[in-house]
């Protein structure tokens, strides 16, 4: 796997915002743009943003896409989108991913009815078993700030990830400010781990005066590689 495709599918922590004074559902639209650095070189440049998709539903997406030297090499970009509704909690629709370096597309479609989630990469398709309150990869961090905001200190989410089911364990460390390019930011720092990956640990930095969007994010990928993500900019609504 090309060094470039490691960067962007690392970090799949990526994001949030979320509003609990909101009435009704409890987010808030946002979009966010963070520099992306392997061992501190800059390397790719990411956006994340979350728009309501109809009356009912909301969409939350990524896009990623190399910068300076790397850009040169491996060109590209990939984009991933979950689509949500709100009812007294998230119930994900569905999930997409793609990757036009290669023509890599992903969707994952949640059947809540049947419970079952259908999965079809490059259109090969197969069906897996759907627990209660699974969420895709990319939607796992707004569930994990509607959990935080009620008081929580450690969160454990079911994860349709690989096409697999996965638990993501998020568990509250300690309050740090963080320096970023929009000023010195108060935030929460969280650890993350995949259950039986105990070798892919990663750290999120929230900040809750800002509506818990992600401030910063670490995740080593195994080899002593440090992956790293840092906001420069948010848009709020």
Not at 59 to 72: F, K, P
Not at 201 to 215: D, F, G, M, R
């Amino acid at each position: 796997m090309s060094l470039y495709i490691k960067i962007l599918l690392s970090l799949c922590l990526l994001h949030f915002c979320f509003n609990a004074a909101a009435q009704g559902s409890p987010f808030k639209p946002f979009s966010a743009q963070y520099d992306v650095l392997h061992n501190g070189n800059h390397v790719a440049i990411t956006t994340l943003s979350l728009a309501r998709h109809s009356e009912s539903t909301w969409l939350y997406s990524r896009t990623s896409e190399a910068v300076g030297w790397i850009s040169h090499i491996l060109s590209g970009k990939i984009t991933e989108q979950s689509i949500f509704n709100w009812n007294n909690g998230m119930q994900i629709l569905s999930y997409h991913y793609d990757r036009n370096r290669d023509e890599k597309r992903v969707r994952l479609k949640f059947d809540w009815r049947n419970m079952k989630v259908i999965n079809d990469i490059n259109g090969d398709p197969w069906k897996m078993a759907l627990s209660p309150g699974t969420f895709d990869k990319l939607s796992a961090n707004l569930a994990l700030a509607v959990h935080l905001s009620s008081g929580k200190t450690s969160v454990h989410l079911p994860v349709a990830d690989g096409g697999k089911l996965k638990i993501y364990d998020f568990n509250i460390i300690g309050e740090e400010p963080i320096d970023t390019p929009m000023g010195k930011i108060k935030t929460m720092k969280i650890s993350r781990n995949k259950r039986g990956r105990e070798d892919r640990q990663a750290w999120l930095w929230l900040a809750s005066e800002l509506n818990h969007v992600i401030i910063k994010v670490e995740k080593y990928d195994g080899s002593d590689r440090l992956f790293s993500m840092i906001i420069k900019s948010l848009e709020q609504e």
